[in-house]
């Protein structure tokens, strides 16, 4: 009787082995959720490859749930939070739509300071990692990066200089990209981009700045006839940061060699790789509205001159209010500048 006890609780350990191993492995689910359509470009062509390229890199023991058009509720000015707070694991979004929050990198958002998608990303990884990091501090930074260069898409009338603008509504992404709107005599509209496609359609809007990229994920291929770009070789109309995020404490939890792998995919790399990957689609966008017969106009030296000179006044503003907040305003814009000339594209 012993000896079977003995062997029936033998077999039992045994075969709760295999039960215990699969629970240690079980995978981890990280919850991720961003503003963006699942049919955008950033969302098919980079977030959800750098999602399974993780899992690939952890065998499996990491996967994700996405949650793309903010599926799991909120609003895109909750993500940093949702992050933050753990209502979420990751998110993706911009740090124009919370304003206030990021006030030193804003730097990349003042008008006419950068020149491409990878080389500005690389810029602004750095320099939020040297002027910055304490805003971000609060969760696992994955990227910090911005997308191409933004143009202007109007429903009605195609824009060739400043004065065009006049009296138009149209939406900018940020404080910053509203206040350059302003300045070249739009009525700037602050919203996200999830409620372009209607507002154009019902003339809350007449237009908007949004990259290439985003284009048909806001219908402007569609909804709007006339592009603007400006003048090639000189620095583009403003740009946006952008950010993926992680909860802290999530982070923290993992295993060392997990932590290990999110932080191979973080960083210098990612964040250039994500703004190369983003801006790559703008031409293939460009050509599919042209094929549309959508016109595309490229402003000339001269018309883009002037618009930098009647948005000058916004760089000087922000340099004065990082003053006020304790910060050193002409460092950190030189600080921003010299990082886009290290890292924009040679010519």
Do not use: C
Not at 239 to 257: F, H
């Amino acid at each position: 009787m012993i000896q079977r006890r003995t062997l029936l609780k033998s077999a039992a350990a045994v075969a709760a082995v295999p039960a215990i191993a699969a629970r240690a492995q079980s995978p981890i689910t990280l919850r991720f959720q961003t503003f963006v359509p699942a049919t955008s470009n950033v969302y098919s062509r980079v977030l959800v490859p750098w999602m399974n390229k993780v899992e690939k890199e952890s065998g499996g023991r990491l996967r994700f749930e996405h949650y793309a058009a903010m599926q799991l509720g909120g609003a895109p000015a909750q993500l940093f939070d949702q992050a933050r707070e753990g209502v979420v694991d990751m998110v993706w979004s911009l740090a124009g739509y919370t304003p206030n929050r990021f006030p030193r990198a804003e730097v990349f958002e003042l008008p006419f300071f950068t020149y491409d998608g990878e080389g500005a990303s690389r810029a602004a990884w750095e320099y939020m990692s040297t002027y910055s990091a304490d805003e971000l501090k609060e969760v696992k930074v994955i990227t910090f990066h911005t997308h191409g260069l933004n143009v202007l898409h109007m429903k009605n009338k195609l824009v060739t200089r400043a004065a065009d603008l006049k009296g138009l509504k149209v939406r900018g992404p940020s404080r910053k990209a509203t206040a350059i709107l302003g300045a070249v005599g739009a009525i700037p509209v602050g919203m996200p981009l999830p409620q372009i496609p209607d507002s154009l359609s019902k003339g809350v809007i007449d237009g908007a700045i949004i990259p290439w990229d985003t284009v048909p994920a806001a219908k402007l291929d569609e909804l709007t006839k006339f592009h603007t770009e400006f003048a090639k070789g000189m620095p583009g109309f403003n740009n946006s940061i952008q950010y993926m995020v992680m909860n802290k404490a999530r982070y923290e939890s993992l295993a060392p060699d997990l932590k290990q792998i999110i932080d191979r995919n973080s960083g210098l790399e990612a964040s250039g790789m994500f703004g190369r990957v983003i801006a790559e689609a703008d031409p293939v966008v460009r050509k599919g509205a042209i094929d549309k017969g959508n016109t595309v106009h490229v402003m000339g030296k001269a018309e883009t001159e002037e618009f930098i000179r009647l948005t000058a006044p916004i760089t000087d503003e922000w340099v004065a209010d990082m003053d006020k907040r304790g910060f050193d305003g002409k460092k950190l814009l030189q600080g921003g500048r010299d990082l886009i000339n290290k890292y924009k594209p040679k010519v």
